[in-house]
């Protein structure tokens, strides 16, 4: 059973930073994608960043140069770095783990979400 742990998120002002942790457990965060997402109130989730299995690494458009996901294979853990924060970067921020089921599908797992508050 996969279990996502998110952690570090709060309030902070505009200019600041939070480093968000994801814990794993039931699979290695290796040989998985990950990725974080995040939806602020009335508005999709959207995806912020991923790194692959390969260690490639994508960044939505919005927080490219502010913010830097890294994992640590060890702890099984996956980060974001978040700095230069933006009020408009609050929102609920979700852990993904895409498991590959076969090389076109793959299955989704997502934690409980921490809330990150960006006040100007």
Do not use: H
């Not at 299995?53 to 913010?67: I, L, M, P, Q, T």
């Not at 609050?90 to 793959?106: D, H």
């Amino acid at each position: 059973q996969v279990q996502l742990v998110e952690s570090g998120g709060g309030l902070v002002q505009a200019g600041g930073s939070l480093r968000l942790s994801c814990a794993a457990s039931g699979s290695a965060v290796s040989i998985n994608d990950m990725g974080w997402y995040r939806q602020a109130p009335g508005k999709q989730r959207e995806m912020v960043a991923v790194i692959t299995s390969s260690g490639s690494v994508n960044y939505a458009d919005s927080v490219k140069g502010r913010f830097t996901i890294s994992r640590d294979n060890a702890k099984n853990t996956v980060f974001l770095q978040m700095n230069s924060l933006k009020p408009e970067d609050t929102a609920v921020y979700y852990c993904n783990l895409r498991r590959a089921v076969s090389p076109i599908i793959g299955r989704n797992y997502w934690g409980q979400g921490t809330q990150v508050t960006v006040s100007s």
